[in-house]
């Protein structure tokens, strides 16, 4: 199959998985960071209802999808303020909790959002390539944070709190920013899914897909966006694959993510990772004999991989 | 007015039936059991099917609909939750992980149920018990509602007891209090785990089976509908505290159907998250903490 | 030499000439919409056509049937010989039950160029990928009928009677017995909702006067207290509009409630009354077929279906998916081209024309005429069957 015939084939699958991808990207960055919010489901319905609506009243596409991504800024820092008490399953809670009441209102203010019947015939401003070109800035963005002082920090406040705090680091404030993130992630998908097919309707954002962003975290490796991005890879593209096996498939999944939970909690990412460890170390050191390895070696080159890996 | 009252209670019933479970789970066992729901929904799956292809009594399909899904439950604390405890140490870790395994085990048994009934509307025959109507005035009721509402009464009270007074209950607190210590006390951590798992899906089987008699069509989405309630539940009630999910689930049910009785009836579902936005703003523990600790 | 050459050059280019302007006119003639002639003139001998459908997840129910109603339809279309030599080879997708799977799968189908897609039945699936087949210009039947859907294009077909279109017939039926009702329906699904606004005034026009207008969300599961506040109206009917589970549920907790009159519902009733078993007895609704229906072509459907999926009745997706099937055929022999708009120009001529479904003489109105009105049929549902009420 030529290149040109395998992208139109594909195209609308490369856009369900940016769309996908981003969103995995928002749960990864709150995950990463400590915070257990899946908050941004509830802002991707802002983002896609906001971008809607702004290009239904002949709004530029760019100055739609940056409206919904700020507005979501703003009420997701105004939300981290609210729940800054609120810890792991709780916090969890909370913010699935806060993206159900969102899918009420867009179901109720028919005015803005059109209600049950959501909104449709939205002019299609995204196109494949466009997403592409915004995936790859998130990318960038999202690898320069992980490596920089921010993401090190965050990880810091993650694994233990306390100790950030007395390092006096402000973790509050670093958990907030991946609050705002994470949301504003949320938003961009939202926005791209309305501009991009459409339609959007009040079930779009609903609790099936808050499970099915966590699973893609989940499969693919929290430790990264990588991870992200496996996950999103995975679960957009391994339905149509395995339509042939028809209703068996759910079950497919489910057990993989039983599996993944129990086996891999770093997710494939990092399965990936410890086979490039691996790797690497047997490259570096071919010659040693069996037994000799001195330990201390190797936890020297093991521990940042595997913390990085770990969680 | 009364007629409304007496629906409220009966589903505050059902409501406090399905929460002791996931609450028990969650309190001892650090397990937010996603697959509660469809434990729930394969009690009532139990029921329709021994109905159709067999004919025992009413109370030998509720026991087997429990038995069921408890054993569905041991087989997920086997297979995933209770290796997850055992491997990692790390609290939060846990919990994620645990999480999406319920999740994982809510997905398979869900399409499993979903694939023995083709995706369509179950329930169980007429033939196995008829609920009967009575009425006295203006008070009206029919049969399942009694057996629901004594169920979840006796239920939530032996629980009571059992974790307050009983020696695996205490040694359940323990758990839930701290593991380590716990089997050094030289409690068996695996064990008592697999037993608690079990009584939650006994439960979450039993308020499945008794709900699938009372309503006429139950499929795989009723779980989840239940589950999102549960959570406002366990939230206002408090982790763990059987006293708290009492009072939650009849609270709840007493705000869901005055608002259909009175109010924009469209609602009514909205006010379950409501209630655990607000309550986890201001009063996260719920009504009764059992365990306040927020491990920084 | 020179003269002979030429002499036969000329001979043969007039012989060639002349042949070629006689296939030429056996060629239009023969592809110029005989349909008599019974070969289809240029169709191809396989015509490719897709189904997508939503055969697995929540709503699998709706694709199954679906499926069922097409290949049915597909054998008779066969087995009637109304496309002459020519075959319709069907390939089957699956939606999950997802809008994204329905997207992707979408954009894969169209590189196929199929003759025409069947499409699924949920509205959000419609509407995302309504676009993608009118620009590809291939004609898109669907089986939902969202506002909006048709203003897609002129390719985008409704093979489906919205359900508040259906309400005067229903109305009409009730005003013969009664003089009031309440009606309770679903308030976050768009199909039922408009049901329900058309409901609200076609009533009250028939001579129903509407008590109250409950609205509850679909998932909901205990209806208890929506059935209190109903009943304790003392209405001389009571209506359900919704699908899925509450169908059933509803009634059985009317009865519980006390309620003991007659019952009433949209064509969301198809298909899931039968868990409230006793409950739901009487239960009156519009529906596009119902077993009894007059006519030969509805006695025909009955027997295939049963002979092509034993244990599996017919409801109105099938339903929808055999008449859909039938107009595309029929236009197929009358376009006798597989192109796309040959094949646009065919269905909206037979459109107009006027087009025979199993409930009987449709028509087609709304947007450019491309939404399906098929007559109400009133179906009764008693003891587990649906029949038809004779009026």
Redesign the interface.
């Known amino acids: 199959m030529s290149l040109s015939t395998w992208w139109l084939t594909n195209q609308s699958l490369i856009e369900v998985v940016i769309i996908y991808a981003l969103v995995a990207f928002s749960v990864q960055v709150s995950l990463r960071a400590g915070t257990f919010s899946l908050a941004s489901l509830g802002f991707y319905a802002v983002g896609s209802y906001t971008a809607a609506n702004l290009v239904k009243h002949g709004q530029p596409a760019v100055l739609a999808i940056a409206a919904g991504v700020v507005l979501s800024a703003a009420v997701g820092w105004l939300l981290a303020l609210l729940l800054v008490r609120l810890r792991d399953l709780y916090l969890g809670m909370a913010t699935i909790a806060f993206d159900l009441m969102v899918g009420v209102v867009a179901l109720n203010w028919v005015a803005v959002t059109g209600g049950p019947a959501g909104m449709y015939g939205i002019p299609i401003e995204m196109t494949a390539g466009g997403m592409l070109v915004i995936l790859l800035v998130v990318v960038v963005l999202l690898g320069l944070l992980q490596r920089g002082t921010i993401g090190r920090t965050l990880e810091v406040t993650r694994e233990d709190e306390q100790l950030a705090r007395t390092a006096g680091i402000n973790t509050r404030r670093y958990r907030r920013f991946a609050f705002v993130l994470s949301a504003m992630l949320g938003a961009l998908a939202g926005g791209m899914h309305a501009l991009a097919f459409s339609v959007i309707s009040p079930g779009d954002a609903g609790f099936s897909f808050v499970i099915l962003a966590l699973a893609m975290v989940i499969i693919g490796g929290f430790g990264s966006w990588v991870g992200a991005l496996i996950g999103a890879v995975v679960l957009a593209y391994l339905p149509q694959r395995l339509t042939g096996l028809g209703d068996a498939w759910p079950i497919i999944y489910g057990s993989v993510l039983i599996l993944v939970a129990t086996f891999l909690p770093g997710g494939f990412y990092a399965l990936m990772r410890r086979g490039v460890v691996r790797a690497r170390r047997s490259l570096r050191r071919p010659r040693h004999p069996e037994g000799s390895q001195p330990p201390g070696n190797d936890v020297a080159t093991a521990a940042p991989n595997a913390k990085a890996a770990a969680l | 007015m009364i007629?409304?009252l007496i629906?409220?209670l009966?589903?505050g019933g059902?409501l406090l039936l399905f929460s002791l479970g996931l609450s028990l789970a969650?309190g001892t066992l650090d397990v937010?059991n996603?697959a509660h729901g469809a434990l729930f929904v394969l009690g009532g799956y139990i029921g329709f099917q021994l109905g159709k292809s067999t004919s025992l009594p009413f109370p030998v399909i509720v026991l087997a609909a429990m038995v069921g899904s408890g054993l569905v439950a041991v087989l997920l604390e086997v297979?995933?939750f209770g290796?997850?405890r055992a491997k990692?140490t790390?609290k939060?870790?846990a919990?994620?992980?645990?999480?999406?395994?319920s999740?994982?085990?809510?997905?398979?048994v869900?399409?499993?149920v979903?694939?023995w009934t083709?995706?369509?509307?179950?329930?169980p025959?007429?033939h196995v018990f008829t609920?009967h109507?009575h009425?006295f005035g203006p008070v009206?009721f029919?049969d399942i509602d009694v057996i629901i509402t004594v169920a979840a009464i006796v239920v939530a009270v032996a629980t009571q007891l059992w974790v307050s007074r009983s020696r695996h209950g205490r040694a359940v607190r323990a758990l839930a209090y701290s593991p380590g210590t716990a089997s050094l006390m030289g409690i068996n951590v695996r064990m008592l785990a697999v037993a608690t798992m079990f009584i939650t899906g006994v439960m979450a089987g039993l308020a499945g089976v008794l709900?699938s008699f009372?309503?006429?069509?139950?499929?795989?989405?009723?779980g989840?509908?239940?589950l999102?309630s549960a959570?406002a539940i366990i939230?206002v009630g408090g982790v763990g505290s059987i006293k708290g999910a009492a009072i939650a689930s009849y609270t709840i049910a007493i705000a869901?159907?005055a608002i259909?009785?009175y109010g924009?009836?469209?609602?009514?579902?909205?006010v379950a998250?409501?209630l655990?936005?607000l309550f986890?703003?201001f009063r996260?523990q719920g009504l009764f903490a059992r365990r306040l600790t927020?491990?920084? | 030499m020179h003269g002979t050459r030429t002499r036969r050059a000329v001979v043969s280019a007039s012989c060639a000439a002349v042949a070629f302007i006689a296939l030429a006119a056996c060629g239009t003639s023969s592809s110029g919409g005989s349909t008599a002639s019974g070969s289809g003139g240029g169709l191809p001998s396989s015509i490719p056509v897709t189904l997508i459908a939503d055969k697995t997840g929540p709503q699998a129910f709706y694709g199954t049937q679906l499926e069922a109603g097409v290949q049915t339809a597909l054998k008779a279309v066969q087995s009637q010989k109304l496309l002459g030599s020519s075959k319709i080879a069907l390939t089957v997708q699956d939606t999950t039950s997802q809008q994204s799977q329905a997207i992707t799968v979408m954009s894969q189908v169209i590189q196929t160029r199929p003759a025409a897609i069947l499409g699924p039945s949920l509205s959000n699936e419609a509407l995302a990928t309504a676009p993608t087949a009118q620009s590809a210009k291939i004609p898109y039947l669907l089986d939902t009928s969202p506002q909006g859907l048709l203003d897609t294009g002129d390719y985008i077909w409704s093979m489906t009677t919205q359900h508040a279109s259906q309400m005067p017939a229903l109305a009409k039926h009730l005003a013969g017995s009664v003089k009031n009702a309440v009606i309770i329906y679903s308030n976050d699904n768009p199909t039922i909702v408009d049901a329900n606004k058309a409901a609200t005034t076609a009533f009250p026009q028939a001579g129903v006067q509407l008590l109250d207008d409950i609205g509850t969300p679909l998932q909901s599961t205990d209806f208890s207290a929506v059935a209190t506040k109903a009943a304790s109206q003392h209405p001389q009917a009571i209506g359900v509009l919704g699908g899925g589970p509450m169908m059933s549920s509803v009634p059985k907790a009317l009865r519980a409630a006390g309620y003991t009159g007659p019952l009433f519902g949209n064509m969301g009733a198809d298909g899931t009354l039968t868990s409230a078993g006793a409950a739901a007895n009487g239960f009156v609704y519009p529906a596009e077929w119902a077993p009894g229906t007059p006519g030969a072509m509805s006695q025909d459907f009955a027997k295939e279906f049963a002979a092509d999926h034993p244990g599996l009745t017919p409801y109105y997706p099938a339903v929808d998916g055999y008449n859909e099937v039938m107009f595309l055929a029929q236009s197929l022999k009358s376009a006798g081209s597989t192109n796309g708009a040959a094949l646009l120009s065919a269905m909206q001529a037979t459109a107009k024309k006027g087009f025979t479904t199993l409930g009987g003489k449709s028509t087609f109105s709304g947007s450019g005429g491309r939404q399906l009105v098929d007559p109400s049929i009133i179906a009764q549902y008693q003891d587990g069957k649906v029949t038809a009420v004779k009026e």
């Open positions: 007629a409304q629906n409220a009966v589903l059902i969650w937010l996603l297979v995933a290796r997850i990692t790390n939060r870790q919990e994620l992980a645990v999480l999406v395994a999740l994982g085990g809510s997905i398979v869900g399409q499993l979903s694939n083709n995706n369509e509307i179950f329930s025959s007429d609920s109507q009425q009206r029919g709900l009372k309503i006429a069509g139950m499929n795989v989405d009723t989840d509908i239940y999102q959570f939230v869901e159907t259909i009785a924009p009836s469209g609602y009514s579902t909205g998250f409501a655990i936005f986890l703003l996260p927020e491990r920084v």
